[in-house]
């Protein structure tokens, strides 16, 4: 189910700081119009760290109800309290999500034995397709291969969106795990070298921009046409770098902005792009056609 090129989706404010649910809307309508194979609402790069419990539903239900079934919705849901990620997951199940995406737990560092009862608690209470996010430069901590394979074994729990960095990694939760637990690459520029491995697809930041080219990457690349692939990762590559310049998801919200899509401010801490970078983002977004 969760698989091919699902979008990473911001959450848009409107001048008053709060959600664009209507802007929301029309970034759902654009995404599927445009290939994307899946939507993940409130993770990272929809700044789930500073939107209320209310917002953070909220924000589920309307994508849910844009996407009206078209296309899968896996739900950011994760927490460093099992306590709040049972309580976001249980919501995402009841208003018609086709899965939660649970992030590592961070700042309390658990440890792996820690990782695997919070995981394997969730899952027990929530009969909910679930997805592991292991970003260890956003939590200090790293769920291990070993780890991830013990909790394929669990009812309920599907794949990992993997954003460690480490290809080597990768190949060993794909050994390890077996084929019918999903690794999802967590990392734009890393796509294609995950696929290399097994990876079924990713869930991209870049998709809010163009999900047609990185849809078609990974779909050329999953039907054989490894050249074609390759050719558009090329092409999307000075993007990818781009849209990390500065914190995800800063750079992609001044793109969308730029190019009059819903996107709106950030919410502190994180503030607008230094003048340096938009400079440096608007050159890449320019030389690709996608501004002038």
């Given at each position: 189910?969760?698989?091919g090129a699902l979008t990473a989706m911001v959450t848009p404010f409107d001048k008053?700081?709060?959600?664009d649910e209507e802007g929301l809307r029309e970034n759902v309508r654009f995404q599927i119009k445009c290939g994307a194979h899946g939507l993940v609402p409130v993770g990272t790069t929809?700044?789930?760290?500073?939107?209320s419990y209310e917002e953070h539903n909220r924000v589920v239900e309307v994508v849910v109800d844009a996407a009206k079934g078209k296309v899968p919705v896996l739900a950011g849901t994760g927490s460093n309290s099992t306590w709040e990620a049972i309580m976001l997951t249980k919501h995402a199940k009841e208003v018609g999500a086709d899965?939660?995406?649970?992030?590592?737990?961070y700042y309390n560092?658990?440890?792996q034995a820690g990782l695997y009862q919070h995981y394997k608690r969730i899952a027990e209470e929530i009969d909910l397709p679930q997805v592991i996010y292991n970003?260890?430069?956003?939590?200090?901590?790293?769920m291990l291969p070993e780890t991830m394979a013990k909790l394929a074994e669990v009812k309920n729990i599907v794949g990992v969106k993997e954003a460690s960095g480490d290809l080597k990694q990768v190949a060993r939760i794909i050994e390890l795990a077996g084929k019918e637990f999903s690794v999802i690459s967590g990392d734009d520029s890393l796509t294609l070298e995950i696929m290399k491995l097994g990876g079924v697809g990713v869930i991209s930041v870049t998709l809010n921009l163009v999900p047609d080219k990185v849809a078609k990457m990974v779909d050329s690349f999953r039907s054989g046409d490894v050249e074609?692939?390759?050719r558009i990762n090329e092409e999307l590559a000075p993007l990818f770098k781009a849209l990390f310049i500065e914190t995800n998801p800063?750079?992609?919200?001044?793109?969308?902005?730029?190019?009059?899509?819903?996107a709106g401010g950030l919410r502190l801490p994180l503030v607008e792009l230094e003048p340096e970078n938009q400079e440096k983002l608007r050159k890449v977004l320019v030389d690709m056609g996608l501004v002038k």
């Open positions: 189910m969760f698989e008053e700081g709060k959600v929809g700044e789930c760290a500073t939107l899965g939660a995406l649970l992030v590592v737990p560092k658990p440890t970003i260890p430069s956003r939590t200090s901590l790293n074609t692939a390759k800063g750079p992609v919200k001044m793109a969308m902005n730029w190019m009059g899509m819903a």
